[in-house]
Nanobody, 127 residues
Framework: QVQLVESGGGLVQPGGSLRLSCTVS????????MGWYRQAPGKQRELVAT????????????NYADSVKGRFTISRDNAKNTVYLQMNSLKPEDTGVYYC????????????????WGQGTQVTVSS
């Protein structure tokens, strides 16, 4: 059974930093991409950042929403099936529930790919 466990959310003042973590547990064979999405009250869920698995010779490719470029950094530890989101210079508009996504997860039991979502972690940026 695959589970995504997120941590690191909380309340922070504008200009502050937070680091989110998400670990995928289970009998995992491979994960193509991992990422973070967020949903503010009354708004649709939107992409924040994604990162592919990469290889032994190169790190994964990253993709960021324009609104977070230069402030957020996504990284990944493939050995731990964990993705991180370092958020700096946080703004009130970054407030929302942040969801971890694991794209094309293949488990050893099925050898078939499917997507998974975490339960979400609240990030509130306010003075």
């Amino acid at each position: 059974q695959v589970q995504l466990v997120e941590s690191g959310g909380g309340l922070v003042q504008p200009g502050g930093s937070l680091r989110l973590s998400c670990t995928v547990s289970g009998s995992i064979f491979s994960i193509y991409a991992m990422g973070w999405y967020r949903q503010a009250p009354g708004k649709q869920r939107e992409l924040v950042a994604t990162i592919t698995s990469g290889s032994r010779f190169s790190s994964g490719s990253t993709n960021y929403a324009d609104s977070v470029k230069g402030r957020f950094t996504i990284s990944r530890d493939n050995a731990k099936n964990t993705v991180y989101l370092q958020m700096n210079s946080l703004k009130p508009e970054d407030t929302g529930v942040y969801y971890c996504n694991a794209d094309k997860v293949v488990t050893r039991a099925t050898m078939m790919a499917r997507d998974y979502w975490g339960q979400g972690t609240q990030v509130t940026v306010s003075s």
